[in-house]
T-cell receptor, first 110, second 113 residues
């Protein structure tokens, strides 16, 4: 079952903050976040591992609540370049397989 | 830089045709993946491979098969294309360890008429 992302879409002005949430009905081992700009391939942003280790982007932060099976991506002081569709991918065990959410469309306006 | 390439950006095929989508990666990654992307449905995993000649079904394998004869190449095969397989197909690769990111190719937009 796919993770649920919220909101489905959000429009911001430059400099505003945004939070994108991702939740799963299954126990999680790690959460991956990707951004896809229009017409381009998804690009890796961040991995959050069970136990708290985090690897990824310096200007974007995220949290991972293992007990609630939820993750949130925090975009602060948004820039025009942040526009795109954000996907969370969740891994439920010792597997290389990710189950991706349905995506959150973020549009940053001047 | 990791590079994942896909054989075509756009492809138009007729119903019933056999379709091959090719993906090549140049970073000696063990894992390779095929996804399809549809509006409102996100990225859905069709098949993945964790080694040469090894494969595992994803969430929507029906109507598809795969082949991995060489480590760098992973092919997606539509045995008999149908209109409901019109979609964007994305290939990805990653190193063996599960905590590593996936690198995506540019995608192939397949239209089946």
């Amino acid at each position: 079952q796919q993770p649920v992302q919220s909101p489905q879409a959000v429009i911001l002005r430059e400099g505003e903050d945004a939070v994108i949430n991702c939740s799963s009905s299954k126990a999680l081992y790690s959460v991956h976040w990707y951004r896809q700009k229009h017409g381009e391939a998804p690009v890796f942003l961040m991995i959050l591992l069970k136990g708290g280790e985090q690897k990824g982007h310096e200007k974007i932060s995220a949290s991972f609540n293992e007990k609630k099976q939820q993750s949130s991506l925090y975009l602060t002081a948004s820039q025009l370049s942040y526009s795109g569709t954000y996907f969370c991918g969740m891994r439920g065990g010792a597997t290389n397989k990710l189950i991706f959410g349905t995506g959150t469309l973020l549009a940053v306006q001047p | 830089d990791v590079k994942v390439t896909q054989s075509s950006r756009y492809l138009v095929k007729r119903t019933g045709e056999k379709v091959f989508l090719e993906c090549v990666q140049d970073m000696d990654h063990e894992n390779m993946f095929w996804y399809r992307q549809d509006p409102g449905l996100g990225l859905r995993l069709i098949y993945f491979s964790y080694d040469v000649k090894m494969k595992e079904k994803g969430d929507i394998p029906e109507g598809y098969s795969v082949s991995r004869e060489k480590k760098e190449r992973f092919s997606l095969i539509l045995e008999s294309a149908s209109t409901n397989q019109t979609s964007m197909y994305l290939c990805a690769s990653s190193p063996a360890r599960t905590s590593y990111e996936q690198y995506f190719g540019p995608g192939t937009r397949l239209t089946v008429t």
